[in-house]
């Protein structure tokens, strides 16, 4: 193919993703499911699970080979912008709130997958097609933890803000404990990559340069961006050359993650949470917003369901393991929660809610599975099986939330109409 003819299938196969992921994320919300839900299950089905097995022709005739390293750039450019969004709306003071009881339901959402993970992983380790063959019993158990601790940060806040929970213990303390489970997860990520394949020299850059990087950007960067954020904030835009030199900054950011080993998606996220709060992020998330969320973030969902064959767990052993995966982690993570929010003081509806919310995986799961998966660390088959589990899980939430929590909402509700 020449090189119009990969545009105009490059444009072609964009044309589908947007098409598919927009009718998709709105019979999600019209069952009452966020939105991303949709788009996840629309990467899917254009993948081999779904379109590659009914019309595999035809599937394979739009997404040709030749223009996979322009999905791929288009996926990672939409999940690196994605967590920076992310950054941008992360409230440090409701961080703070509730942080002591926030850290309980946090460890007990950490340990308990991790305990879980390391049993898994003694049966699982061997079994093929689950992870790589010179791949440790440790590392495939921190990987195995992580997967199974991660909590979907920011389908999670939006869950909290849309039911009117920001400001009640309930709202603070599954947001906290859900941002205190992620940056846990990333760090034990950042030393599974860090020491697969690379040695303990390798591992120590990623841990010490990821660290050095957090402190620089949490404690300085924000300082230095002020001048930046006052001038906005005074004159109510945000020029061009500005807006590319908080993009290259992105960029540099991402890169710095990359080269320590960990990966780019760090930076971004990092670099969000610098940012100096105020009409500097709302211009920036109103710019970003649309293209990232309709374009780009699509084009990483259907990278994913490109790798993501379901008919690897047509198999009546790896189909036990994807059962067993999954009713592991939701009950050790569940209960977990709720059992630290309810030693924390928390009545049982809201501690119960809490277990609901933080067992959500989402997004954040298929980050870091494709991480996973693009470093050798596991293979296909897991690949599948925890895309399955990034579905359910997330799929479960809400109604799930709605159903142990209604009673409080309405209360809730009832009292805040009466006030008024």
Not at 28 to 52: D, N, R, W, Y
Not at 128 to 135: A, D, R, S, Y
Not at 284 to 304: G, Q, V
Not at 400 to 419: H, P
Request: a neutral charge.
């Amino acid at each position: 193919m020449n090189t119009i003819e990969l545009v105009f299938a490059f444009s072609l196969q964009l044309l589908i993703i947007i098409i598919a992921s927009q009718i998709m994320g709105y019979l999600a919300k019209f069952i009452g499911q966020p939105k991303v839900v949709g788009e996840m299950i629309a990467g899917v089905m254009l993948g081999p699970s779904l379109l590659g097995f009914i019309w595999p022709d035809w599937q394979q005739g739009i997404f040709i080979e030749q223009t996979q390293s322009w999905l791929y750039f288009g996926a990672q450019l939409g999940v690196g912008l994605y967590m920076f969004l992310v950054g941008l709306e992360f409230n440090t003071d409701l961080f703070k709130k509730q942080a002591k009881s926030a850290l309980a339901v946090s460890l007990a959402g950490m340990l308990a997958p991790f305990c879980v993970a390391i049993l898994l992983c003694i049966w699982l380790v061997d079994v093929p097609g689950l992870f790589t063959e010179n791949i440790s019993f440790t590392q495939a158990a921190l990987f195995m933890g992580a997967a199974i601790a991660i909590t979907a940060f920011p389908m999670l806040a939006r869950i909290v803000y849309e039911r009117g929970l920001a400001g009640t213990s309930l709202g603070t303390l599954a947001l906290a404990a859900g941002a205190i489970d992620d940056a846990a997860a990333w760090f034990i990520l950042a030393i599974v990559l860090g020491s697969y394949g690379g040695g303990a020299l390798l591992a120590l850059k990623a841990l010490c340069g990821g660290a050095f990087y957090a402190y620089i950007m949490l404690t300085k960067a924000t300082t230095w961006l002020q001048p930046l954020a006052n001038k906005v904030q005074n004159t109510g835009q945000l020029g061009f050359v500005p807006f590319i030199a908080v993009l290259g900054l992105f960029a540099l950011s991402a890169y710095a993650m990359e080269w320590v080993g960990l990966h780019a998606v760090f930076g971004g996220f990092l670099l969000g949470v610098a940012m100096p709060r105020g009409k500097l992020t709302d211009i920036l998330t109103a710019r970003l917003h649309t293209i990232t969320l309709m374009i780009l973030l699509p084009m990483f969902f259907t990278y994913s369901g490109l790798k993501t064959e379901l008919t690897l767990l047509a198999s009546w052993q790896l189909l036990s393991i994807t059962a067993i995966i999954l009713v592991a982690s939701i009950l050790a993570k569940g209960i977990a929660c709720w059992a630290a929010a309810r030693l924390s003081g928390a009545d049982n509806p809201t501690a119960m809610a809490i277990g609901a919310l933080m067992n959500a995986r989402g997004l954040m799961e298929l980050i870091i599975i494709n991480i996973a998966l693009q470093h050798g660390i596991i293979e296909q088959g897991l690949f599948s099986i925890m895309v399955v589990m990034a579905i359910v899980t997330t799929l479960m939430a809400t109604p799930l939330f709605a159903l142990v929590y209604a009673r409080k909402q309405a209360k809730i509700n009832n009292i805040i109409a009466e006030g008024n």
